[in-house]
């Protein structure tokens, strides 16, 4: 039996109590706080309250969570669904391949081939969209490969360490 979010690379699956230690490890990594608009670090007490708040329904809670695993069922990065609203059919997606020799191995384009239709088929979502640093063109390739398309830049949106940088909005919409 074939899983939904399931194909040949990756599978994309629910947070388990087990991953504690490895969100522990990226959401304190500064090297990615940038990406994930992070300013401070998070106690292993704050991500158990939320691996164990993780149940509720993207409908409470707003948010989605699902971890990409490879077909050796090593976990590789995360692919979240964030500030969802269902009045306006609308949904942000966040993606992590965390390890660096992990990148650019197609698991994070196998997430998106999954999420998408999901979002589309089984949540009824309108559009899809994200927020990408212009300075990310790796980033930008990957939602552009998906059919994402460029609706506006928000200057100057984001301080960091070297200076102000401007900020993509990419959508999908579901025609």
Not at 57 to 68: A, F, N, P, T
Not at 123 to 144: C, D, M, P, R, W
Not at 158 to 171: A, S, Y
Request: net charge negative; aromatic share 12%; hydrophobic share 35%.
């Amino acid at each position: 039996m074939k899983k939904y979010l399931s194909n040949d690379i990756i599978t994309l699956r629910a947070i388990e109590p087990e991953d504690i230690d490895l969100l522990f490890s990226w959401e304190n990594d500064p090297e990615i706080w940038e990406v994930s608009h992070t300013l401070v670090p998070y106690s292993k007490y704050i991500l158990s309250l939320y691996i164990q708040n993780s149940d509720k329904d993207i409908y409470e809670s707003k948010q989605l969570r699902l971890m990409i695993d490879t077909t050796e069922g090593k976990t590789v990065g995360a692919i979240d669904l964030f500030d969802f609203d269902p009045y306006h059919s609308r949904v942000g997606i966040g993606l992590l391949i965390y390890a660096p020799d992990k990148r650019s191995k197609g698991y994070a384009s196998a997430a998106m081939e999954l999420l998408i239709p999901y979002c589309f088929g089984k949540l009824n979502i309108h559009q899809v969209y994200a927020n990408i640093e212009t300075g990310n063109k790796i980033s930008f390739a990957l939602f552009e490969k998906h059919g994402f398309k460029t609706c506006g830049t928000k200057r100057e949106w984001l301080r960091t360490d070297e200076g102000w940088k401007d900020e993509v909005m990419v959508q999908k919409i579901n025609e």
